[in-house]
């Protein structure tokens, strides 16, 4: 219990103050635990006046209860407080994410640009062989060239980009086969990889 001056806490008259200190009893807590009839016989005060102050004394020096009900709304608002500043923060990490896999697959596009470029350069050493008819060239040099920058492609590429490799990878294997028979077709099958490699290079 919290001790506090009985005048100020029961209203009393200064007289009852000064009687009750007599007896030895000085503080709410002291009235609160006194028994009455020995205070009232030490004090000279009516046996029903010390029991209706230590009633009073005991209401005074009691905590206060809180009210369930705001308590309730208190603890309701701090939930949605955290609740709010728990999905800011996943917002914000989810966005930084994205973010970073944005730049990552740029940084990759421009990976997979590169190699595709120098695969369409081997194609053109490949197309300059295969109009002069070296055969032998074009299947023993200038393809194993052009492969190599194929699976430099594959290495690089986002998984955005899978079925695009794959298509020049078909494209690629058509060719070799073209080319090994020295067949009328392998011109057709070199602008089929000309244009597997072009819709590598499109931006998506």
Known sequence: MTQKPMSESLRIERSAVEALARAGVRTLQE?????PESLAMASGIPLERIREWQQRARRAAAPKKRNPVLTGWMVAIIGLLVA?????IMMSLAARKVQQAGEAEKRLQG?????????????LTVQEQLSKGNWGLAAEEALPRLGESVDSIKRVAPSSKAGLVE???????????AVQRQSGEAMERLIALQRALDRLMEKR
């Open 111 to 123: 990976e997979v640009e590169f190699w595709t470029i120098r695969a369409k350069g081997e194609l």
């Open 167 to 177: 298509e020049v990878y078909r494209k690629l294997d058509e060719l070799e086969d």
């Open 31 to 35: 009235l609160a635990d006194a028994d």
């Open 84 to 88: 709010a500043l728990i999905g800011w």
